[in-house]
Structure formats: structure tokens, C-alpha cells
């Protein structure tokens, strides 16, 4: 079956514009996580959707960031007025529920701030 | 805040030989550890994971250790093989709440022929 996909594979914008990345979950995966990862290091926890609603944004670095899902799939994750210092792979996970279940990762995106 | 704390964070070993990568984490409320291995340019793809309510796991040639009272965990991997050669990240999670994850910085795996 199909698994997490992310779209685009690639984004290059500009200091200071907006951005969406988009995630596509496993069907049926109730739970969605963003994480962001730079060269050499682990994944950095973003948010965390079960269904709906974030459980857990805490990992969101300022308000620049924010993420939605509103019909409880899709999820799309915004930057607005992008930094240098955000250019990083953002990834996105499902899994079945939030009960520290197997995430399944996308291939992610890689976004690069000129 | 949480923390997960991974070593070595580069490690080379002979074909054959064992491999363990270990780390710790802070919040004690953790009772979920997953190990991923990511492989260049790839998404990280989960190879073994332990509950809180376990001390040990194995799998084939891979297996994971938890010692909660003093917060940390172990992957070790036997009989190494070039193909296990990636980069290995361990990470803690917590069912309070939030299902937040945390991972470590990673261990970069080389197995030589």
C-alpha cells in the first residue's frame, strides 16, 4: 500500500517569504507528527496531531510556524516570513493511533532559504 | 526540557564484530523507545522498538536493553554486516498527554569488509 508521502521533494524560496509543505498520512493513521531534521542531526520534534487536533505543538520553535490538518489526513505545515536558519529536511510521520505506535516516516522535504 | 542523549556518535567495526550504541533520556515519564536507522538520503525506517514494561527485546540479530531506573537504553547489534552500515537513532517517548518523541543526535555505523 501506499506510504507516508510529502510534497514538494524539494523547495528553494527566498528570506522572508512564505512557505507550505504538505503531508499525505497512511489511511487510517489517526495520529501525524512534523519533526525537522538538519544535516547530522536527529529528527527535531514539531507537532503532533491525533485526528484533528494538534496534542502537542510544543516543539513548534516560534510563531512563525504552524501546522493544520483539518479533516484529519492531509496535514500541511507553514512558514511564514522563512530564515536562513530554517533550511532543514522537514519530515512527516504517521501511525496507527498516539499510543507509541510504529511511526512510519515520508520521504521528506527539503526546504532551503537563500 | 526532554533530552535524549546518544553515543558514541560515530562508530567503526569489523565485519562479524558487535555493534552497541547507548543512550540516555531525561523525562521519566517515557515508556516507549524506538531505534531507527537511516540510510543516506532515505527517510528513517523503524528496526526495533521496547515498551517500558520490558527489560529486553531481540529480533534476529538486533536487540534493545531498558534499564528505567537508571533512564537508559542500548541497541546492540551482532554479526554486523556492510549493509548495517547507516546512521542509528535512538528516541523516547511519552504516552502522558501528547505522544511527544525525542530523538537522539544519532550514531553514524560503519561496518568494514
Known amino acids: 500500500g501506499a506510504g507516508v508521502s510529502q510534497t514538494p521533494s524539494n523547495k528553494v524560496t527566498e528570506k522572508g517569504k512564505y512557505v507550505e509543505l504538505r503531508c499525505d498520512p497512511i489511511?487510517?493513521?489517526?495520529?501525524l507528527y512534523w519533526y525537522r531534521q538538519s544535516l547530522g542531526q536527529g529528527p527535531e520534534f514539531l507537532i503532533y496531531?491525533?485526528?484533528?487536533?494538534?496534542?502537542?505543538d510544543s516543539g513548534l520553535p516560534n510563531d512563525r510556524f504552524f501546522a493544520v490538518r483539518p479533516e484529519g489526513s492531509v496535514s500541511t505545515l507553514k512558514i511564514q516570513r522563512t530564515e536562513r536558519g530554517d533550511s532543514a529536511v522537514y519530515l512527516c510521520?504517521?501511525?496507527?493511533?498516539?499510543?507509541?505506535?510504529?511511526?512510519?516516516f515520508g520521504p521528506g522535504t527539503r526546504l532551503t532559504v537563500l | 526540557g526532554e533530552n535524549v542523549e546518544q553515543h558514541p556518535s560515530t562508530l567503526s567495526v569489523q565485519e562479524g564484530d558487535s555493534a552497541v550504541i547507548k543512550c540516555t533520556y531525561s523525562d521519566s515519564a517515557s515508556n516507549y523507545f524506538p531505534w531507527y536507522k537511516q540510510e543516506l538520503g532515505k527517510r528513517p525506517q523503524l528496526i526495533i522498538d521496547?515498551?517500558?514494561?520490558?527489560g529486553e527485546k531481540k529480533d534476529q540479530r538486533i536487540a534493545v536493553t531498558l534499564n528505567k531506573t537508571a533512564k537508559h537504553f542500548s541497541l546492540h547489534i551482532t554479526e554486523t554486516q556492510p549493509e548495517d552500515s547507516a546512521v542509528y537513532f535512538c528516541?523516547?517517548?511519552?504516552?502522558?498527554?501528547?505522544?511527544?518523541?525525542?530523538f537522539g543526535a544519532g550514531t553514524r555505523l560503519f561496518v568494514k569488509a
Open positions: 528516541a523516547a517517548s511519552t504516552g502522558t498527554g501528547g505522544f511527544k518523541t525525542i
Open positions: 510521520a504517521s501511525s496507527l493511533s498516539g499510543a507509541n505506535n510504529e511511526q512510519f
Open positions: 489511511s487510517g493513521h489517526t495520529a
Open positions: 496531531f491525533q485526528g484533528t487536533g494538534a496534542a502537542d
Open positions: 521496547i515498551r517500558s514494561n520490558v
